[in-house]
């Protein structure tokens, strides 16, 4: 034994260890679902922020609304399957299905009202202000009635299919989202009373049709203010509107034959999933409300009443009306520097790559100079010999797809790993999947029971006596359209060990390849949540032997529990962590004795915070990873994804000044709070949004000058 050592007795030592906090004690664990609607609240409060532009704070609206439809549709669904499965699975935070699905009602019927409040009397009244009308035809004088019924008549009236409930009519079929307005009818004759629905075709119609002078009137009231005329001879008694949500949610089995034709099946049943959610009018009958709840099956606490105008998502249709300028962000338009920088516009790209490697930051740089300018690059050339792509989300006018199908054609080995699972793409993905295939592309979908969601582009050109590898490794999907929305991180390199990890992670997917081990990336299911927690590890054991050391990550969702345990570890051994988290945070933060030395800050604002960066200080050494997974179970073992080192010194300062930048945003930020709440900063000194693109601007100053 040392001088001065004393020695503890058992009976010490069991009351140290019962002091501890247990680490896995419900209270350190957020409910999942209640976090996600943590999250669609903080895009709520910015559609409540008066310093907003009028039409961005619609714009929020309509997104909070697209938002809470696809998590009914996925996550409210899934918990339903579980009730009505009896199955009573408790995640780390002890609630079951059924506690979470209350809890989610009460919550959502909330902000409910409080969206309502703030487009019917706020945002709605503002805009007419501001010449931007939205009436009911109940509000409108006599002469913008005139024009109503002028387009009921020529424009609506022939797209509309009232459906009658009764006596060899069966209750109809609701598709999913769809807006529709329920009447209660009488015949005068027979004095029989029944129910008819029309269905409001905004699908084929603007739900906010244009009357002239910056006036717009719901299509819902247009057809309302006519229910006469659809139900000639008949009284109408009274009407509401109402809309539903369905399950939309499906498993594929990848044991079959064909898979695109299975993903095909399941999207046409997908039409007739359970309902799970009712929106109806505020001022609806307690019996027509409690007719709508037996003819669709569904429970009360399945209900949602709003008051005023139901699916302000259509509320995109007004943000893009003409003029208005003064009520929007100003528009920006990604850069150009460096690089991919070229008088001509066509910068060589594989030399630029053989020099140095390089990283992309979108929406401030373009993605058309950047990855569709490689693909192009690698068409044209004839050395090149194979492109290799994965796509999960891209658009119906990507012009990457369409670069493959022509490298098909020149001879070029094509091959496009294809996500037929990508939820809500899957149409999209089964037709391009066809048309590489007819241009004798070679399309792959992936390993068995595994979505592929890693973001990779592999080029392997003729080069001398041997072959040339250039790769480019991403955050976000290959989709021009959200690369101007969605902030993300690409990295291109030439580097030899993440270019063999990648051909060998291409090598798996498209053949019966089990690579031995990777060189620099982490790969998962294999290796990617080993190896965080190693780095975890490795930056505790140097915070102990007294090294400067900190921990800092970006990522859209945290909820992997192993994840969060060694997170909690390296705050309770006094390491510094720094969580930027969009979304979904199920760790506690400034818990005493577990997790004071941690930090989490959630930037929500105009551009979509979507990139994944994973990072560890240790001295002088700093490792930073960037790729496609978040930190939940999902990603890291069912999923195949793809994390590489950026190990350039330059791009390693860029990550850490956009890290940092992210941290101290005052603007568009909140933070989380030790009992699980987020309170937003109010400073508005600092936007990272605007630092950014201040910075991408600089860059083109420096470049020109």
């Avoid at 002091?19 to 409910?31: E, G, H």
């Amino acid at each position: 034994m040392e001088p001065g050592a004393e020695t503890i007795t058992t009976e010490e030592s069991e009351a140290v260890e019962a002091r501890a906090p247990d680490l896995d004690s419900t209270a350190l664990y957020a409910n999942r679902e209640l976090s996600w609607l943590d999250f669609n609240e903080r895009v709520l409060q910015l559609a409540e922020d008066e310093r907003m532009p009028l039409l961005e704070r619609a714009k929020f609206l309509a997104i909070y609304t697209t938002n809470l439809d696809e998590f009914n549709m996925v996550r409210v669904a899934g918990l339903h399957d579980q009730v009505d499965a009896g199955i009573d699975a408790r995640g780390p935070d002890g609630l079951s299905p059924l506690e979470t699905i209350e809890r989610i009602a009460e919550r959502t019927r909330e902000l409910g009202r409080r969206q309502s409040h703030h487009w019917e009397d706020v945002i709605r009244p503002a805009l007419a202000e501001q010449g931007i009308a939205v009436k009911q035809c109940s509000q409108s004088s006599p002469e913008e009635l005139e024009e109503v019924d002028r387009i009921f008549s020529e424009q609506i009236f022939p797209a509309l299919t009232p459906l009658a409930v009764g006596p060899g009519r069966p209750f109809p079929y609701i598709s999913n989202l769809s807006l529709s307005i329920g009447v209660w009818l009488r015949d005068p004759v027979t004095a029989v009373e029944l129910f008819a629905r029309v269905k409001v075709p905004k699908e084929v119609l603007p739900r906010f049709v244009s009357i002239g002078h910056g006036t717009f009137v719901p299509l819902e009231s247009i057809i309302a203010r006519n229910l006469d005329a659809l139900f000639p001879g008949m009284e109408v008694l009274r009407h509401f509107y109402f809309r539903v949500a369905r399950d939309a949610d499906f498993t594929v089995s990848d044991e079959g034959d064909d898979l695109v034709r299975a993903v095909e099946q399941e999207l046409r049943r997908r039409r007739f999933g359970e309902v799970v959610r009712l929106e109806v009018s505020a001022d609806i009958d307690a019996d027509l409300r409690a007719f709508l709840i037996c003819q669709l099956g569904i429970e009360d606490n399945q209900v949602i009443d709003m008051a005023g105008t139901l699916d302000l998502s259509d509320l995109w249709e007004l943000y893009g009306v003409d003029g208005h300028k003064e009520l929007r962000e100003e528009s920006w338009k990604p850069v150009v520097t460096g690089a991919f920088s070229t008088e001509d516009g066509k910068p060589d790209l594989f030399a630029a790559m053989g020099q140095a490697d390089l990283l992309v930051h979108h929406p401030y740089d373009s993605f058309s100079q950047s990855v569709e300018r490689l693909v192009e690059q690698a068409v044209a050339d004839p050395d090149v010999l194979a492109i290799k792509l994965t796509v999960y989300r891209t658009s119906d006018d990507s012009a990457l797809v369409p670069m493959l199908i022509k490298a098909a054609e020149q001879g070029k080995q094509a091959v496009c790993l294809v996500e037929l699972k990508a939820r809500f793409d899957e149409r999209r993905n089964i037709g391009w999947a066809r048309a590489l295939e007819e241009a004798g592309a070679h399309v792959v979908h992936g390993l068995p029971g595994l979505k592929t969601h890693a973001k990779a582009l592999l080029i392997v050109r003729r080069e001398g006596s041997g072959v040339g590898h250039y790769v480019h490794v991403g955050t976000g999907n290959y989709h021009a359209k959200t690369a101007r929305l969605y902030e993300d991180f690409g990295l291109f390199t030439c580097d030899p060990d993440v270019t063999a990890d990648v051909a060998a992670l291409f090598n798996a997917l498209t053949g019966a390849a089990r690579p031995p081990g990777y060189n620099k990336a982490l790969v998962a299911p294999e290796r990617m949540r080993d190896g965080l927690l190693a780095e975890i590890e490795k930056t505790v054991a140097a915070h102990r032997a007294g090294k400067q050391a900190r921990i800092v990550m970006k990522m859209n969702a945290l909820v992997d529990r192993r994840c969060i345990r060694a997170l909690y570890e390296a705050s309770q051994a006094g390491v510094p962590v720094d969580l930027n988290i969009r979304g979904i945070c199920c760790l506690r933060a400034g818990v005493p004795g577990v997790s004071e030395n941690i930090r989490v800050v959630s930037v929500v604002g105009r551009f979509l915070e979507h990139a994944r960066v994973y990072g560890f200080q240790r001295d002088s050494e700093r490792r930073y990873y960037i790729g496609s997974a978040d930190l939940m179970p999902r990603n890291l073992d069912t999923r195949v994804e793809l994390l590489t080192p950026v190990e350039a010194e330059p791009l390693r300062e860029e990550l850490e000044d956009t890290l940092d930048r992210c941290l101290a945003d005052d603007t568009f930020s909140w933070d989380l709070l030790p009992d699980g709440s987020w309170e937003r900063r109010q400073g508005a000194t600092r936007c990272v949004h605007s630092e950014l693109m201040e910075r991408a601007c600089g860059r083109v100053e420096v470049d020109a000058g």
